[in-house]
């Protein structure tokens, strides 16, 4: 099947999904064919196409294969060359996962449902909204209502966009570059959010304690979207989420209502939950549950439900 075929294919499938979602940006194609191994997702009028970088793409049959691929997006989805953005990937290994790119400076507004967020096209490997995170979302705002919420590694804070959507009475949003706080305050502000409410903090969320929280201080529901690594030179040690989660978790149960909720997620394929996590709090495997259908890969990440056991 040519990639044009399949995006035609790929289209008429998920017209009803994506109406279902009330959202105007979702993946459209994801390495569906071996010989066009990329993924292409939609932000409204505009494309984004990524790939991970390899020497045999410089071969003339993959360069026209992927030729063929910027074609199809303009003739198939109608989308203007202009508005098309391409995004090498790279192992990243020793380094931040969210490195910045080029300045180009191509900014949107996108929504799912009634939620308004800034995407970036351009600047970033990533958009400033991660599409597998989704459900992800949308399961936080349906929990959210009369809750406090904390959101640890809060990127662009979307996930607290939603919560506050969801009826959620406070919040706080936490991370660590300044960058992303004050993307998340343009996202607070796209969805007149009461930034004396719905705190943003400058944190490294893995130093957090009482000196940033009061000890009776607690949430109903704490979301913790770690990235899989990150030697920030604003952190004091290179934080791996396979060694630093069960600190992580152990730290934000502190500050857990007792009938309060954690929803962890990690994108690290190999992640494992350390058992001595499962033997002392009740934990549900909700990561099937969590990756959206526009997606092929199932594997993309993994989720958590973590309460206290009674």
């Known amino acids: 099947m040519s990639i044009a075929n399949r995006l035609q294919k790929n289209l008429k ?23 066009f191994p990329y993924s292409i997702d939609i932000y409204s009028k505009y494309a984004v196409v990524s790939h991970f970088y390899s020497p045999i793409d410089e071969e003339p049959e993959k360069r026209a294969n992927f030729d063929l691929t910027l074609k199809a997006i303009e003739e198939v989805l109608e989308i203007l060359p202009i508005n098309i953005f391409v995004k090498i ?6 380094t931040n996962q969210y490195e910045k790119l080029g300045r180009k400076y191509s900014i949107i507004n996108v929504h799912e449902k009634d939620a308004l967020f800034e995407v970036n096209l351009s600047d970033y490997l990533d958009t400033g909204l991660f599409l597998d995170h989704r459900p992800m979302r949308y399961m936080i705002r349906k929990m959210a209502k009369g809750k406090s919420f904390l959101n640890l590694f809060s990127y662009t804070s979307t996930a607290t ?63 913790i979207d770690p990235p899989t690594f990150s030697n920030s030179k604003r952190m004091d040690d290179v934080f791996d989420i396979q060694e630093d989660h069960i600190k992580l978790i152990e ?3 502190e500050y857990l209502q007792i009938d309060g909720d954690i929803l962890f997620s990690c994108n690290l394929r190999s992640f494992k939950l350390d058992e001595s996590l499962t033997a002392r709090f009740k934990i549900t495997d909700i990561g099937p549950k969590t990756i959206p259908n526009d997606f092929r890969d199932q594997k993309i990440h993994h989720a958590y439900h973590i309460r206290r056991k009674v």
């Open 161 to 223: 966009v939603h919560a506050f959507m969801g009826g959620a009475r406070e919040s706080v949003s936490m991370d660590l570059s300044a960058t992303y706080l004050e993307w998340s305050e343009r996202n607070f502000r796209l969805n007149d959010m009461d930034l004396d409410r719905h705190e943003l903090k400058r944190m490294d969320c893995l130093k957090w304690s009482q000196e940033t929280f009061p000890p009776e201080r607690k949430f109903d529901l704490i979301f």
């Open 13 to 35: 499938r998920l017209k009803p999904y994506v109406k279902q979602l009330e959202t105007n940006c979702y993946r459209i194609y994801d390495q569906d064919i071996p010989e």
């Open 251 to 253: 730290r934000a149960i």
């Open 89 to 94: 990937r790279a192992a990243q290994k020793g």
